[in-house]
């Protein structure tokens, strides 16, 4: 028998996978995170993910996965479908939130710990280079070496990344190609994921026979807005490039019409209408 997957991408799978298993999720982090042999995780529990106050809808109230370990250090996980600046500016808001609210009356500066967030990105945001990994933090302009600790930064471009990106991070490799891997065209899983112990259970999980149809619903509805988010963004997108070149033909008729030129000649250099160009001509 054939077995069928779902994505780990979808929101409900990404925090059924991930919102509930400590040792997987550690698993994940230690991977993904730029965290040296010392900053290592080894045990965390889960916080609430209601961070913040309801601005643009119900997505911004939530964090997809929140956890604190046992130094007090908090990370925040989220999988996102599409960029956008609104998701950049929200990342950085739920992690100063997070931050100052580590803050206790009478408490001390030096107490508070440092926010880590690791943001899954399945779209490309960065098109001038080919790496998929982005990690920030707060460096002096002049000297990268003089930090100020206390916020991180990571968002990984998921499309971008291919298996031999990587070479000596093995675990990095196999987690991000269980989220690149993995989906309802799935069917066979290679070896090397399963083998892993936390990331075989992981994909146990995305088993379809062991969802409710309440749950499948949910997920394809899930896909179902993606798809609408992706049509108007691209829909956005056309109708600022061409507000763009109607803006460009606007500014060159009225260059022309300062030179004298006939109106005839401009519609044809411009594509302008000879309506559209009588109007710039009164204005």
């Not at 119900?58 to 007090?72: Q, S, Y």
């Not at 945001?125 to 790496?131: C, E, G, L, N, V």
């Not at 379809?208 to 108007?232: N, P």
Request: proline residues 4%; hydrophobic residues 40%; contains cysteine.
């Amino acid at each position: 028998m054939v077995m069928k997957y779902l994505d780990p991408k979808a929101d409900l799978t990404f925090k059924k996978i991930f919102g509930n298993h400590p040792t997987r999720l550690i698993s994940l982090l230690n991977a993904l995170l730029p965290l040296s042999d010392e900053e290592q995780i080894h045990e965390i529990k889960y916080l609430p993910t209601e961070l913040v106050p309801l601005l643009e809808g119900g997505k911004n109230t939530i964090v997809d996965v929140l956890c604190t370990d046992v130094r007090g250090r908090k990370f925040c996980v989220e999988m996102q479908m599409e960029w956008s600046d609104a998701f950049q500016q929200r990342v950085l808001f739920n992690a100063s939130k997070l931050y100052v609210s580590q803050a206790k009356k009478g408490g001390k500066y030096s107490e508070l710990q440092p926010v880590y967030s690791l943001n899954l990105v399945n779209d490309i945001f960065a098109h001038d280079t080919p790496d998929f990994i982005h990690n920030y933090r707060i460096v002096h302009d002049k000297d990268s070496n003089k930090v100020i600790e206390g916020l991180h930064f990571t968002f990984i471009e998921l499309p971008k990344f291919t298996p031999h990106s990587i070479a000596d991070k093995r675990m990095m490799v196999l987690w991000l190609r269980f989220l690149t891997e993995i989906n309802s065209n799935t069917k066979e899983v290679p070896a090397d994921l399963l083998n892993d112990p936390e990331i075989g259970k992981a994909v146990e999980e995305l088993e379809i026979s062991g969802f409710s149809d309440a749950e499948l619903r949910a997920y394809d509805k899930f896909w179902d807005s993606v798809s609408v988010e992706r049509t108007l963004l691209d829909d956005r997108y056309q109708k600022g490039i061409e507000k763009g070149m109607n803006q460009r033909s606007l500014e060159i008729a009225r260059n022309l019409l300062s030179l004298g030129l006939p109106i005839d000649q401009i519609t044809q250099a411009t594509g302008l209408t000879e309506e559209e160009i009588e109007l710039l001509k009164e204005s």
